[in-house]
């Protein structure tokens, strides 16, 4: 039993990342900084094998800073070199190619064959839906070469691109685990937008989000929708959102189902403060 989104693009693009890997010096996987864990496909691990790997914290700018830096050491601390980046306006963005570029040399051929053969080293970037993959890329590259979007799915198929004279990149399509098995690991993907939006309803996840911000003290959005400190139950969050934004339906009802598209979307664009669900 589990929760599942794996289209066949998904499917597609493992085979092809696989056979891809012989040419990869180094992976740099992409997760969400507000949620570290959920959004980390530990089934890619078995495909990249032994790869030299950075790891890079995106959208650290919705994430909350102090909880950042604490990843951040807890991945250094199991050896991978991580990096907080903010794909919008590039903070983080050439430290991570630099940790890449180094990691690429350390597991270089003593040698020094590859660099023979090849002009460039070779990194795939990888990351389930929506993390910034293709946001990372144009960003390394310094134009917009790979196609970008605010929903999940929207790299199709592979596609190498040139950063400088050391470096191509190799952007992917997201690629989520065949079945995710922890319902709060699938609540964390929906609500940051790393699902397609026809794997969950609107009005439970947003009733889920609310209960997680509670329950991690992050309560930045009672102010803004104007929720009373002594309403506890997510229900009723949702019916003083509907009544604080005007969603009301015919015969005086409070519109929940639009208030939790409210809620849902301004999660995700960071209005309710910066949040991180997950602590290491
Ligand atoms: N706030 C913020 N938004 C970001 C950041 N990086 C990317 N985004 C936004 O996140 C959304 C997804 O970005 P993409 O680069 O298309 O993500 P992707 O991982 O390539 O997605 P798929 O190709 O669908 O797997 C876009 O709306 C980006 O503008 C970041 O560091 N901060
Ligand atoms: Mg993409």
């Given at each position: 039993m589990g929760f599942s989104w794996y289209p066949g693009h998904m499917a597609r693009a493992v085979d092809q990342l696989k056979q891809s890997m012989k040419l990869i010096d180094v992976v740099i996987e992409i997760l969400d900084a507000r949620a570290p864990r959920s959004t980390r496909n530990i089934e890619l691990s078995e495909i990249t094998g032994g790869k030299p790997g950075v790891v890079v914290l995106n959208k650290a700018d919705?994430?909350?800073?102090?909880?950042?830096?604490?990843?951040?050491?807890?991945?250094?601390?199991?050896?991978?070199?991580?990096?907080?980046?903010?794909?919008?306006?590039?903070?983080?963005?050439?430290?991570?190619?630099?940790?890449?570029?180094?990691?690429?040399?350390?597991g270089e051929d003593p040698r020094g064959e590859r660099r023979h053969s090849r002009a460039r080293f070779r990194t795939a970037v990888l990351g389930i839906p929506n993390v910034g993959k293709s946001s990372f890329i144009n960003r390394a590259a310094r134009r917009s070469r790979a196609k970008v979007g605010d929903h999940p799915g929207v790299t199709?198929?592979?596609?190498?691109?040139?950063?400088?004279?050391?470096?191509?990149?190799?952007?992917?399509?997201?690629?989520?685990?065949?079945?995710?098995?922890?319902?709060?690991?699938?609540?964390?993907l929906a609500?940051?937008?790393?699902?397609?939006?026809?794997?969950?309803?609107?009005?439970?996840?947003?009733?889920?989000?609310?209960?997680?911000?509670d329950g991690m003290g992050l309560s930045d959005y009672r102010g803004?929708?104007?929720?009373?400190?002594?309403?506890?139950?997510?229900?009723?969050?949702l019916e003083h959102v509907a009544r604080s934004r005007g969603c009301m339906r015919t015969g005086g009802k409070f519109d929940t189902a639009r208030a939790a598209e409210i809620v849902v979307r301004d999660f995700r664009l960071g209005r309710l403060g910066r949040a991180t669900l997950e602590s290491p």
């Open positions: 919705l994430a909350d800073p102090a909880t950042t830096r604490a990843w951040v050491e807890r991945y250094l601390a199991e050896g991978f070199r991580a990096i907080p980046a903010d794909c919008r306006t590039g903070e983080g963005v050439p430290e991570a190619i630099a940790a890449a570029i180094d990691a690429a040399r350390e199709r198929a592979k596609q190498w691109i040139v950063i400088d004279r050391d470096l191509e990149m190799l952007d992917t399509p997201g690629i989520m685990p065949p079945r995710v098995r922890d319902h709060r690991v699938w609540t964390a609500a940051l937008g790393c699902l397609d939006a026809s794997t969950y309803e609107v009005e439970p996840l947003a009733t889920a989000l609310v209960a997680r911000l803004r929708y104007r929720v009373p400190e002594e309403c506890s139950d997510p229900h009723e969050v």
